[in-house]
């Protein structure tokens, strides 16, 4: 049962209304017994060590490497491969990146099939700043959200601007698209690689329109969104033309494109409907949310500015005077309505969903995790600088001091009316311990996605503790959780695999590489995803470092 946790002072916020209630407060309830125990991560330091070979280079590429289970039992029905997407080298020759979103990409595969040892390859994806930097036997300079190290020449930076400072190194999510022969890597732009599905190897570097020399593409999300009933992935992309739409027609806006399958049985890319929004506006959208009629493009309130043609953090401002926008797009006609919210910020979309109140009237709902609050975030800081692992990594780097905010997690629920044109805001509890946790890093069962659901599965992170890294299960229905973490071991990003014939939801395995930095290896564990215990170890032939997003493709 959902329960909206009231505050003893209601504002009136623009069309929607925020409701919250104080840490206070909650604890006085707990201490009464009205609300529910829930997940406790260990906050002690004796013994903890940081994760400093999650954020190192592995420069191995490998092909079908059998792994063999180590502990437990792998279920019988798992059948498929698990994809993840991220660090692969932070360094080539004397030059080299601090930022986890700018390391050169690697894609790791791990594949099961019943009554054969699992297999385990990973290959750098073959971009051009890749390629360039290997033939150079130097990292080549390149737009990055962090810093290169030795700093760019002025030279440098005027032939970035001129000729190469299109950024092509996606290490952000990996996606199957209707159509495509292999798997699509992607990142904060509409420039995409598909890799070969079993080697990994390089297939094609694409775009799915090309408006010509005279329109700007600036962004896409990373995250493409799949439509609940036929499989569509949906995605942006934010454009404007040179002349203002003069002569172009394309004035400042996010086109919200479909990828489908043509007659031919190849993807084809279709524009459902245009949003405009002026450059002044522009802001940045990793994820977006598909129901079975609408398309939900979320502007949050981190503006892209264009400061800087080299180094994409000086153009990332948050903006506490900037409302969240979310518009809602009729996918059958591409009209859409905006509901205009107070200043959030957020990455990671966990789901979104209709249904009907009891006016009858549809509702489309996005849960997010944001940020509590922005009070005291220092601004002279970017919003990604907190990647940079030379903060991550350091133990006399104070996050309380500049990045405070980013501990202090809230998940949140946007309702949006689309008869009365009005939303509001509602506070999920709080249903972790300690409170200043940072929770990210959302995974649903895809049978879930886009439909009324529960239950959702995160990442955690305690940046103030060196690190410490764990998982967490939120049945956000029934207000209960659950979680796993242990000392030195850190997970990245679970994947849910649902179990083929299951009912519930959480029917099914949680699996993610866990390194473990008192060996500096790391291995695949997989959990029961009902009750979160460990019941399977798998070994792999090199570190795995940080990955940012996966994907399950069963073999089917």
């Not at 385990?120 to 290997?134: A, Q, Y």
């Not at 020399?213 to 036929?230: D, G, I, L, Q, W």
């Not at 500049?402 to 997690?409: A, G, H, L, Q």
Request: glycine share 6%.
């Amino acid at each position: 049962m959902w329960k909206l946790l009231i505050s003893t002072l209601l504002l009136s916020l623009r069309p929607g209304s925020l409701s919250t209630v104080s840490e206070e407060v909650q604890q006085s309830q707990c201490e009464a017994g009205s609300c529910q125990s829930y997940a406790e991560f260990d906050t002690s330091t004796e013994g903890r060590l940081q994760p400093n070979g999650l954020f190192a280079d592995t420069m191995e590429e490998v092909d079908f490497s059998e792994i063999q289970v180590l502990e437990g039992k792998v279920p019988d029905w798992l059948s498929g491969s698990m994809y993840k997407v991220g660090v692969g080298a932070f360094q080539i020759g004397p030059r080299r990146v601090n930022n986890v979103v700018d390391a050169l990409s690697k894609v790791y595969r791990w594949t099961f099939a019943p009554g054969t040892e699992p297999t385990f390859s990973t290959k750098f994806l073959k971009t051009d700043i890749f390629n360039r930097s290997v033939s150079a036997d130097e990292l080549v300079p390149h737009r990055v959200v962090g810093d290169l190290f030795p700093a760019i020449t002025t030279f440098e930076k005027v032939k970035m601007t001129l000729w190469d400072s299109k950024r092509d190194n996606n290490n952000i999510t990996p996606w199957k698209l209707k159509g495509r022969d292999g798997i699509t890597v992607c990142g904060e732009s509409p420039v995409m690689f598909d890799v070969q599905d079993v080697n990994l190897d390089f297939l094609e570097k694409y775009k799915f329109f090309n408006k010509g020399t005279f329109v700007k593409e600036f962004m896409s999300a990373s995250h493409y969104a799949r439509h609940p009933t036929t499989g569509d992935s949906y995605n942006y992309v934010f454009m404007t033309g040179l002349d203002k739409g003069v002569l172009t027609g394309v004035e400042p806006g996010y086109e919200m494109i479909r990828v489908t399958e043509g007659g031919d049985g190849k993807a084809v890319g279709e524009v459902v409907g245009y949003i405009p929004a002026p450059l002044t506006d522009m802001r940045i959208i990793h994820s977006l949310g598909v129901t079975e009629n609408y398309v939900i493009l979320p502007r949050l309130s981190l503006r892209a500015e264009l400061k800087s043609s080299t180094h994409v953090c000086s153009n990332i401002v948050f903006d506490d005077k900037a409302p969240t926008y979310m518009h809602v797009m009729s996918i059958k006609d591409g009209s859409f309505k905006t509901f205009e919210f107070p200043s959030f910020i957020s990455v990671h979309i966990v789901n979104s969903f209709e249904r009907i109140n009891e006016k009858g009237e549809t509702e489309v709902v996005v849960d997010y995790p944001t940020l509590t609050t922005m009070d005291g975030f220092n601004h002279d800081n970017c919003y990604y600088e907190i990647l940079n692992i030379e903060y991550m990594l350091n133990d006399k780097f104070s996050y309380m001091k500049d990045f405070r905010p980013m501990n202090d997690v809230t998940i949140r629920r946007f309702v949006m009316n689309m008869a009365t044109g009005k939303g509001e805001v509602l506070d999920h509890p709080k249903m972790w311990k300690p409170a200043l946790l940072h929770v990210d890093f959302p995974f649903v069962n895809d049978h879930f996605r886009g439909k009324p659901f529960c239950i959702v599965y995160f990442h955690t992170i305690q940046w103030d503790n060196r690190n410490a890294m764990g998982l967490l299960k939120l049945d956000l229905c029934k207000q209960t959780s659950s979680n796993w973490d242990d000392l030195n071991l850190f997970p990245v990003e679970p994947v849910f695999v649902p179990r083929p014939g299951g009912v519930e939801e959480d029917d099914g395995v949680l699996m993610c590489p866990v390194y473990d930095q008192t060996t500096d290896t790391s291995q695949l564990y997989i959990w029961d995803a009902r009750d979160m215990k460990v019941i399977a170890k798998i070994s792999s032939p090199v570190r795995v470092p940080w990955t940012n997003h996966g994907i399950w493709l069963p073999k089917d």
